[in-house]
């Protein structure tokens, strides 16, 4: 049976309810896996005061709500050892190609360590913070 039969269409008619909610899923199916939403909860103390320990993060991921990543934003990121990281970020390198991130605290664990965080393990950008 053809798709066209299968939801009642016959050739140059609109698709009926059916069609138009698979076609919108379809849809909010790419929209969603272009905008990933992540809840977090904070662990840790490397940017107290601004996020304490409990706090809840929404992150976005690719491509960002507000565009670029900029000196200020606090990103999610892959890092080889440590897991998924959240700091903010102090300096863009090579044209947004990397990225200096630190946290608030000296014992913090951040690029002093590792070195510049690659725009491929940058997962996503904090857009709310919901304290404990």
Not at 52 to 81: C, H, N, T
Not at 82 to 105: M, P
């Amino acid at each position: 049976m053809s798709l066209r039969r299968s939801f009642g269409r016959s050739k140059g008619s609109r698709p009926n309810g059916s069609a138009r909610l698979i076609l919108s899923v379809k849809k909010w199916s790419c929209l969603s896996s272009k905008l990933l939403l992540r809840f977090l909860k904070i662990r840790g103390h490397s940017l107290h005061p601004d996020f304490q320990e409990g706090d809840y993060i929404l992150a976005a991921g690719f491509p960002f709500p507000s565009g670029k990543i900029r000196v200020g934003d606090v990103i999610l990121f892959r890092q080889p050892g440590y897991g998924t990281l959240v700091k903010r970020v102090c300096q863009v390198l090579d044209g947004g190609r990397a990225f200096d991130v630190r946290g608030t605290q000296i014992e913090s664990t951040d690029s002093r360590n590792f070195g510049p965080v690659p725009r491929e393990r940058v997962s996503g950008k904090v857009i709310w913070r919901i304290r404990r």
